[in-house]
């Protein structure tokens, strides 16, 4: 069969398949779903740091209208806990949730009301009275707390060559110390859970990444099988890395719907979404960096210093893209986390290469100036094709292009190289660069296939637990299946989000492109296979699906396809690469700045929809800005409270912030990252932005900013008069 | 109210909406493909398709008021609400928002909870022409007035222009935010129309009816909606064409084979 038919398949930017849905408000979130005889949960926080809790008094809140339980650890359910000293969080962590009198930050539950309508929760919620004995001794303070920092005990710290001697044969050196505060993700959808408790078995339509993780977090909390428990999550509100993991609210309603027979829905509230679904942590981070006059790196240095919570371990790899980015041979990379009575910190978008792009990034720009060399040439001269941390070559690496080709986008030979010589009227304008770098992990995913022969026409059903939170994962999967069926993808139906389909690695990490497209794909060849086989046709043969069923007298086929990495994968690095260009305007008297425009290069394998992918790419710039302009969570010095507890005081990027934006897709497929040759794109748009802005802003002002968001007050403490200070 | 089985028998394939035999004409399931599709639908399927795509009357698949022995809610408080053209007469707590009275008493799940604060706008709704945040409208003081949801806007099966622009311009990621941002927008076509001001506009004595919004008004007047995908750009260019009438073309692009050798070989 020749490929007459527009099949829609891999590579065409066709609309997003359930975007009608979208569009129409009828897609349908975890709290959306019509269960019969539901009631409302609403979870009640702590209002110390750290301590007991001395006596609750319910009475009130019992006495209300409407009100079923008012849960807190006197007469919850006892679960499993967690076991050891601040074990390391995971995306399949159990959540257990209260257990004790124990307090160990603000903001962590300490009960849950249920009631027959939310007005009645809410309201009862705030009549629970409880009497704290606060424990003085919380760390709440970051500053004053670094004495208290310890090295995590898995294997993070890494060195190659000799720093020392590095530092020694350098021409330049730059020491410099870059701070990136509490960050939170912040989805749309505010984190939410719909959860029955029926004769032991227990069905939660939750706002989660991965379904099959949510799922061991539940069965493993509650000490049940697992395959009494179902998870389901159609569609997602947006994650981030904030619903890779369970958190404690699903728990809750879980345990609430056991006591109270009845379905309880839970919905965080976006003050709660601060203290109950993870954060990004602050990360200090010192450089080192030492180069020859000519621009060839001799050393490189990463240190940073985080924190933890009491009770669990996270610790965000801030200096990965130190070891792999550049072609340094004296290399360290450290880490200390301070563990604080505060939320555990997990992964949010890019976690280590959004943070630790911009001290190396930042660091790469100020050796550049230092040496008077073009900032985009100092980072060709250090290109590498090999990953010298892990030994290997790269997959595939055209960082160079991306450079290159972003440079004569954007214009880049008008930018002038001496800052604060670039000016229209009030404005200074800059020019910034950085380099991106993610990694492009691919798992093993399990995916089915369905076959419905109608007339002449093929219907595929592709089913499996993977989840779209935004990413473009039904289109993607509905057009790889249209390619490998050779039908129109208009005959592709996609099932995901159901712990009852197939098991994936869900949504995180850019991992999900390239494992659900390739399982998804694996079935759609098993299926294929198999017609033909049964048949005695030879594989190489081209004939159509439809005749295939036909051959087989068959109306209806099922089959099932696995995919994983294969021996190859693991003999390379597989990542992706990018460039990010910026043009900044800084108003000379009140530091107020407007990024103009922006230009991103992807180098990321595949492009499997180029719609979806500028999607990927602008939405990562997007948190990007928001990173090197506002956002910021600040912490209260003396009660340990979270001082931004809306979007009034976090300021995400809205609609003006931002600036046009081109994007070039480099045309690469890597065959080594696996069979499509798909790379990840997800958390790649977000990498190294902080950095392309704060360099412009260097370029318009000649004042080096290292600490983020770079507020206008920041700029005039900096000083907007002329002069650079490096 | 249905639950998932009783929503499986409720689906008639024989009698589907305007709207239900759009989706499906989009999906380009005709006859009896488009029987069996129906046939087909799985329970698990049912949470993408059946209880989004299926909603043979608007109302028929709300929620039923709450049983009467639980329904002593404080200040009780009765009031009929019109929502897109029709009229649902309502018993509720006076406490309850427009918002939540839409989203747990009506079914209308479209108009999305993000903050509850009124600040990031992802309950936008129209309100007698006019673009309102319907979680600081009380649902008690909407008693005679002209509700529009995202559920509202498409008209004889066919869905509103900008939410046919929203979809050609992937204005949207997880689409939480985009009832919202939709609703804001065709109110905003509104609002241009009258001539009305904004932060950004340059000479407030120039002010006439029939403005050509600029792109910086655009993103200024959709400043209200936060989308955390990051799908600004593709917004903006939505709503410009469906004001405008002039198509926007994509900002992407692929290097092509001249300019990666170029790059490589530099």
């Known amino acids: 069969m020749t490929k007459s038919i527009n099949t829609s398949g891999v590579g065409s930017a066709i609309n997003r398949v359930e975007g009608h849905l979208k569009v129409m408000g009828k897609a349908k979130y975890a709290s959306e779903f019509p269960i019969e005889n539901k009631v409302y949960g609403q979870g009640i926080n702590s209002t110390i740091a750290k301590g007991e809790i001395v006596s609750i008094d319910t009475s009130e809140a019992e006495k209300l209208e409407g009100v079923l339980k008012v849960i807190t650890y006197k007469n919850a359910e006892k679960l499993k806990t967690l076991e050891g000293v601040r074990p390391e969080i995971a995306t399949d962590t159990i959540a257990p949730v209260l257990q004790s009198n124990k307090v160990h930050y603000f903001g962590q539950y300490v009960g849950l009301v249920v009631a027959e309508t939310f007005e009645q929760a809410q309201y009862a919620a705030s009549l629970v009275k409880f ?333 499996m637990d993977a989840t779209d939170i935004g990413t473009g994962s039904y289109t993607i999967i509905a057009q790889t299946a249209s390619e490998y069926l050779k039908i129109p993808v208009e005959q592709v139906n996609v099932e995901l989000g159901d712990s009852d389909f197939p098991i994936t690695p869900g949504s995180g990490g850019s991992w999900g492109a390239a494992s659900f497209c390739n399982g998804a794909r694996a079935a759609c060849e098993n299926a294929i296979k198999t017609l033909k086989n049964n048949r005695n046709i030879a594989q190489d043969e081209e004939v159509a699906v439809s005749e295939l069923l036909k051959k087989n007298q068959l109306t209806k086929f099922e089959a099932e396809g696995m995919a994983e990495p294969s021996a190859e994968f693991e003999k390379y690095s597989v990542f992706s690469f990018g460039a990010n260009f910026s043009e900044v305007w800084v108003d000379k008297d009140t530091g107020m700045y407007r990024i103009k425009r922006m230009v991103n290069v992807a180098s990321a394998g595949k492009i499997l929809n180029p719609k979806t992918a500028y999607g990927q790419i602008i939405g990562g710039l997007t948190m990007g800005v928001g990173m090197v302009l506002a956002e910021q969570t600040r912490v209260e010095p003396n009660f340990g409270n979270f001082i931004t507890r809306s979007f009034a005081d976090y300021h995400v990027p809205v609609n003006l912030d931002l600036a046009n934006i081109d994007v070039i897709f480099l045309p690469e497929e890597d065959k080594i990252a696996n069979k499509m040759g798909i790379k990840g794109i997800g958390e790649l748009g977000i990498t190294s932005v902080a950095a392309s802005v704060s360099n412009a802003i260097f370029n318009a002002t000649g004042k080096r900013m290292r600490d983020l968001p770079i507020t206008p007050e920041k700029l005039i403490e900096a000083g907007l008069e002329e002069g650079v200070t490096a | 109210m249905k639950d998932i089985d009783k929503w499986n028998e409720a689906v008639d ?254």
């Open chain 1, 131 to 463: 009497e704290y004995k606060k424990d003085p001794s919380a760390v709440i303070d970051f500053e004053k707390s670094r004495s208290k920092a310890y090295t995590p005990d898995n294997d993070s710290n890494y060195s190659r060559g000799n720093m020392d001697q590095g530092l020694a044969e350098a021409d330049m050196v730059v020491e410099q110390t870059y701070n990136t505060p509490i960050e939170h993700h912040h989805p749309m959808e505010l984190h939410a859970v719909i959860a029955s408790w029926d004769n032991g078995k227990v069905t939660a339509y939750a706002s989660q990444q991965i379904i099959e993780d949510a799922k061991i977090a539940i069965s493993g909390t509650f000490q049940i099988p697992k395959k009494d428990v179902r998870v389901i999550s159609p569609f997602v509100g947006g994650g981030f890395g904030s619903k890779l993991n369970l958190d404690r609210h699903v728990i809750m309603a879980v345990m609430a719907s056991k006591m109270v027979d009845r379905p309880v829905q839970v919905t965080v509230t976006r003050t709660q979404m601060f203290t109950n679904t993870n954060m990004r942590q602050q990360n200090e981070q010192k450089m080192r960096v030492g180069a020859k006059k000519d621009g060839i790196l001799t050393a490189l240095s990463h240190e940073t210093l985080s924190h933890t919570s009491t009770t669990q371990e996270f610790q965000e790899p801030c200096g990965m893209v130190s070891k792999m980015l550049y072609n340094v041979a004296n290399n360290e990379v450290t880490y200390k986390l301070i563990p604080m009575n505060m939320q555990t910190p997990f992964a949010m978008r890019a976690p280590g290469e959004a943070t630790g792009s911009f001290a190396l990034e930042s660091a790469m720009d100020e050796m550049a100036w230092k040496l008077k060399m073009d900032p985009i040439e100092f980072r060709i001269k250090n290109d590498t094709q090999t990953d010298l941390h892990e030994e290997r070559p790269f997959s595939s690496r055209l960082l160079v292009e991306c450079l290159r080709i972003g440079a004569e986008k954007f214009g880049w030979k008008d930018r002038k190289p001496e800052p604060r010589t670039n000016k229209k009227g009030n404005w200074l304008i800059g020019y910034g660069v950085s380099a991106a770098s993610r990694n492009s992990p691919y798992q093993k995913t399990h995916s089915k296939v369905i076959l419905e022969l109608d007339e002449d026409k093929v219907f595929a059903t592709i089913q």
């Open chain 2, 13 to 266: 394939p024989d009698n589907l909406s305007d709207d239900e035999n759009m989706i499906l004409d989009a999906m380009g399931l005709n006859g009896s493909s488009r029987r069996k599709f129906l046939k087909q639908v799985s329970a698990a399927s049912l949470s993408i398709y059946a209880s989004s795509f299926f909603t043979s009357e608007l109302f028929a698949n709300t929620m039923k008021d709450l049983p009467e022995k639980t329904t002593a809610l404080l200040n009780e408080i009765k009031v009929n609400i019109k929502v897109n053209d029709m009229v649902k007469p309502l018993t509720l707590d006076s406490r309850t928002s427009l918002l939540d009275a839409l989203r747990e008493r009506l079914g209308l799940t479209g108009t999305k909870k993000g903050c509850d604060h009124g600040q990031c706008g992802a309950c936008t709704v129209i309100i007698d022409g006019k673009r309102n945040l319907s979680c600081l409208t009380l649902a008690a003081t909407c008693e005679g007035k002209e509700i529009t949801t995202v559920e509202g806007l498409a008209k004889n099966g066919e869905m509103h222009p900008m939410q046919q622009a929203f979809l050609k311009h992937d204005g949207f990621q997880c689409g939480y935010c985009t009832p919202g941002q939709i609703c804001s927008s065709v109110a905003l076509l509104e609002e241009a129309k009258n001539g009305e001001v904004s932060y950004v506009t340059e000479d407030l004595k120039k002010v006439q009816s029939g403005l050509s919004l600029s792109e910086e008004e655009i993103r200024e007047r959709m400043s209200g909606n936060i989308c955390r995908c990051g799908a600004y750009n593709n917004i903006v260019q939505a709503f410009k064409e469906v004001h405008t009438g002039n198509d926007e073309m994509p900002t992407w692009e692929f290097a092509t084979q001249e300019q990666m050798d170029k790059a490589k070989n530099a």
